[in-house]
């Protein structure tokens, strides 16, 4: 299926994009933690919509 030297290209492949990942996110939220801070309040909202949405959904198709 896979030679061997294509499971170990995908492995260092996988592995090294992570790091570069965890490290770039790192490096954004010591620089921007104040200007997300009200995300939460967003992500709330959204969450309530979509409920109201499903709620809705089910009450109109009884």
């Given at each position: 299926?896979?030679?061997?030297?294509?499971?170990?290209?995908?492995?260092?492949?996988?592995?090294?994009?992570?790091?570069?990942?965890?490290?770039?996110?790192?490096?954004?939220?010591?620089?921007?933690?104040g200007?997300y801070?009200?995300?939460?309040?967003?992500?709330?909202?959204?969450?309530?919509f979509?409920?109201?949405?499903?709620?809705?959904?089910?009450i109109?198709?009884?």
């Amino acid at each position: 299926m896979f030679s061997t030297g294509q499971i170990i290209f995908a492995i260092l492949f996988f592995v090294s994009f992570l790091l570069l990942v965890i490290i770039s996110y790192n490096k954004d939220l010591k620089r921007l933690k104040g200007i997300y801070s009200d995300v939460k309040w967003v992500f709330f909202g959204f969450i309530l919509f979509v409920s109201l949405l499903v709620i809705l959904k089910r009450i109109s198709v009884s």
